[in-house]
């Protein structure tokens, strides 16, 4: 009797085995696409699950959303902001501070003036207008008091889209940690954050690093391991302008000078502990430049950064920094 019951079991462990595949789900989000792999049992089905938390997100830090409580808060409406917010609105302090002010939310005014953002700009654009604008720029201009936003300056105006992206991708994952899924794949619009195997294949999680192609294709001719980590990408190649004489400006805007970012760098990755982090640090990294991120990172060991330049031929080339995966 006792063999047979420990058939049973044995039966049940290796059916739950067999049971476990990857879990796939995909569908348009924050302006782009997500994709999300996980490993359970067939039956297992989170999607109503991510479209709540998605609409969340959106309803806290969505410029695009007339409704939400960022627009609300541009428009000095009282709101009181939920901990998405707040969770964001301490990363992107603490990134500001580090970097001097090169990462900067409150930039978007002028990310707007550029068209680079959710308001067509309609007016034109002069060194006078660009100088009226920078004298609301500045994330010290703004303080949380609970979950109160005090501004000090009244037409200061905030845009996370340089890193809610991310968070968005760690909201996801924590939430699939809560369901005990501990292998996962969870992809937005080309940011990542992997955990565990891919148990499907019996293998680690492999990302790809997209081309710096400007005629809008995408391709990848390199692909790294990631396993317990997020990655981020920032690239010039995506959104930019040329000017008269050919040189190509940055989406990114420089927070001290309210102009776009000139700069060889065509695509800079960033792996950090969670998605948010990698993607602020990428998008300050794109505007800072690759010497600038080398003394930057030389009291930042946890942060991996891989560059794709052109040189002076303008020729491509590529420089992975603090052990980033080759």
Not at 11 to 20: N, T, Y
Not at 104 to 116: E, H, Q, S, Y
Not at 136 to 153: C, D, Q
Request: hydrophobic share 35%.
């Amino acid at each position: 009797m006792k063999n047979f019951i420990l058939i049973l079991i044995l039966i049940s462990v290796f059916s739950c085995q067999e049971d476990i595949k990857n879990v796939k789900t995909s569908g348009p989000v924050f302006g782009t696409s997500y994709s999300i792999i996980y490993n359970a049992k067939p039956s297992t089905n989170y999607q109503k699950q991510f479209d709540s938390l998605f609409s969340v997100i959106n309803k806290s830090m969505s410029n695009y959303q007339s409704d939400s409580d960022i627009s609300k808060l541009n428009r000095n409406e009282d709101v009181n902001v939920d901990s998405h917010f707040i969770t964001v609105f301490t990363a992107s302090k603490k990134i500001s501070n580090e970097t001097d002010g090169v990462f900067d939310p409150t930039i978007g005014k002028l990310v707007n003036a550029w068209d680079f953002g959710s308001e067509k700009n309609e007016a034109k654009l002069d060194s006078i207008k660009i100088d009226s604008l920078m004298q609301f720029v500045g994330l010290e201009k703004m303080e949380l008091s609970g979950n109160k936003v005090l501004k000090e300056e009244s037409r200061s105006y905030i845009d996370f889209n340089a890193i809610a992206k991310g968070y968005g991708i760690d909201v996801i994952a924590e939430f699939l940690e809560r369901e005990n899924i501990n292998n996962y794949l969870v992809e937005i619009g080309g940011e990542v954050r992997a955990k565990g195997i891919n148990l499907e294949k019996n293998s680690e999680w492999r990302v790809g690093l997209q081309d710096p192609n400007f005629n809008g294709e995408t391709s990848y001719s390199k692909s790294i391991p990631l396993k317990d980590a997020s990655m981020a990408t920032s690239g010039t190649y995506r959104k930019f302008k040329i000017d008269e004489n050919g040189n190509r400006y940055a989406h990114i805007i420089n927070a001290n000078t309210g102009y776009p970012t000139k700069t060889n760098v065509l695509s800079v990755s960033v792996i950090a502990a969670n998605c948010m982090l990698a993607d602020g640090y990428a998008t300050a990294f794109q505007a800072m430049g690759i010497e600038k991120v080398k003394d930057f990172l030389s009291n930042h060991p946890e942060l991996k950064v891989y560059f794709i330049f052109e040189n002076e031929n303008k020729a491509f080339e590529t420089l992975a920094l603090n052990g980033f995966p080759q």
